[in-house]
């Protein structure tokens, strides 16, 4: 609906401007729907749900610490051992629990050899969880 503009100039020229009642009435009719139907959608069905008494199984894994000093020394969780009687221990381990976790550690100086000799044997008999322990740098 065009409204004529008031003064001389604009005489008999229509202006557009939007009608918002209807839209307001549209708007309060979905509030009323929203209102009334809103109560509705809330209604549960009442059950008597069986009770079941359970704890998680959980069972920590064995951790086995191997340290490698750089002389060559291998201890087995602070047992000195021989390169051979860690073969067999990881032997026994891996037909035991595989799941095994084992972290290994190795002075700054070990030679990288040694280091690769000690996780091939390892991974040989099946002991893959093998985590490499290293001390934090310190921040200056």
């Known amino acids: 609906m065009g409204l004529g503009t008031l003064g001389a100039g604009g005489a008999g020229r229509p202006t557009s401007e939007i009608n918002i009642i209807p839209l307001v009435d549209v708007m309060l009719v979905l509030l009323v ?8 959608l809330t209604h549960a069905v009442k059950l008597e749900l069986p009770q079941a008494s359970s704890r998680p199984n959980v069972s920590k894994a064995e951790r086995i610490e191997i340290v490698v000093q750089k002389e060559g020394q291998l201890h087995w969780n602070g047992v000195p051992i021989t390169r051979t009687e860690l073969e067999q221990r ?24 040694d280091m690769a000799r000690t996780l091939s044997a390892l991974a040989r008999h099946g002991l893959t969880r093998v985590g490499f322990v290293t001390q934090p740098a310190m921040s200056p």
């Open 90 to 113: 990881a032997d026994q381990l891996a037909a035991r629990a595989p799941d095994t976790e084992v972290h290994l550690k190795g002075d700054e100086a070990v030679p990288y050899g």
């Open 33 to 40: 729907v929203f209102i009334v139907t809103a109560p509705l």
